[in-house]
C-alpha cells in the first residue's frame, strides 16, 4: 500500500516537473526546453507513450543508440519502478552519471533519485547504490530543477530514514543509507 502511494506521488510529481519545466522554459525562445521536448531528443519519449510497443524492447534498443536521455525519460514516463529499475540494471549507471557532460537532463536525474527512492524495499542494496550515483551527479542550482531539489531531497531522505531504523536492513546497507543520508544532508544545507 505504501509502495501504491509512493509511486501515485511519484508519478504526480513527476508530471508536475515536466510541467512545470516545460512552461517555465516557454517563455525563453526558440531553444526553450519545450522545442526540445517536441522536437529534439525527447520526441521518441512521446512516441514512446501512444504506441504499444513492448517498453523494455523499445528501452533496449534507445541503450544500443546511446540514447540514454531519451530511455530514462521514457521509463520515469512509465511511472513503473520496475522498468526504471530494469533500466538502471542495463546501463552502467556510475559510468553514466560520471560523464561530463552529464548525458542526463537535470531534471531526469532528480525525478530518478525520486523513483528509486520509491521502490528501495525491492534490492535495496543495488538502489543504494545507484541513488548515491544519482545524487552526486545532481547539481541543485540547476534552474530547471532548482525548486523542486528540496522538497524531493526531503522525501529522500525520510525515506532513508525510515529504513535506517527497520531492524530488518543489513549492517551493510545501514552504512550505504547513513552515507545518502548525509550527502543528501549536504545539498539540503546547501541550498537554503
Given at each position: 500500500m505504501i509502495t501504491r502511494t509512493?509511486?501515485?506521488?511519484?508519478?504526480?510529481?513527476?508530471?508536475?516537473l515536466m510541467?512545470?519545466?516545460?512552461?517555465?522554459?516557454?517563455?525563453k525562445g526558440p531553444n526553450s526546453l519545450t522545442t526540445q521536448l517536441s522536437n529534439g531528443?525527447?520526441?521518441?519519449?512521446?512516441e514512446m507513450a501512444?504506441?504499444?510497443?513492448?517498453?523494455?524492447?523499445?528501452?533496449?534498443?534507445?541503450?544500443?543508440?546511446?540514447?540514454?536521455?531519451?530511455?530514462?525519460?521514457?521509463?520515469?514516463?512509465?511511472s513503473d519502478v520496475s522498468i526504471v529499475s530494469w533500466l538502471?540494471?542495463?546501463?552502467?549507471?556510475?559510468?553514466?552519471?560520471?560523464?561530463?557532460?552529464?548525458?542526463?537532463s537535470q531534471g531526469v536525474v532528480l525525478a530518478l533519485l525520486q523513483q528509486l527512492?520509491?521502490?528501495?524495499?525491492?534490492?535495496?542494496?543495488?538502489k543504494l547504490a545507484w541513488m548515491t550515483d544519482v545524487a552526486v551527479a545532481i547539481n541543485p542550482t540547476d534552474p530547471l530543477i532548482a525548486l523542486h531539489v528540496r522538497p524531493i531531497f526531503e522525501k529522500v531522505y525520510q525515506t532513508l530514514e525510515y529504513h535506517h531504523?527497520?531492524?530488518?536492513?543489513?549492517?551493510?546497507?545501514?552504512?550505504?543509507?547513513?552515507?545518502?543520508?548525509?550527502?543528501?544532508?549536504?545539498?539540503?544545507?546547501?541550498c537554503k
Open positions: 509512493l509511486s501515485g506521488e511519484l508519478a504526480e510529481g513527476l508530471c508536475k510541467a512545470f519545466a516545460a512552461a517555465g522554459a516557454s517563455s531528443p525527447l520526441s521518441s519519449v512521446h501512444e504506441s504499444p510497443v513492448d517498453p523494455i524492447k523499445e528501452l533496449s534498443r534507445l541503450i544500443a543508440e546511446r540514447k540514454f536521455e531519451e530511455a530514462f525519460t521514457g521509463a520515469l514516463h512509465r538502471c540494471s542495463q546501463v552502467d549507471l556510475p559510468g553514466i552519471m560520471s560523464l561530463v557532460p552529464l548525458p542526463l527512492a520509491c521502490d528501495i524495499n525491492n534490492d535495496m542494496s543495488r531504523n527497520q531492524s530488518t536492513t543489513s549492517a551493510s546497507d545501514i552504512n550505504n543509507i547513513r552515507l545518502l543520508m548525509h550527502l543528501i544532508n549536504s545539498v539540503l544545507m546547501s
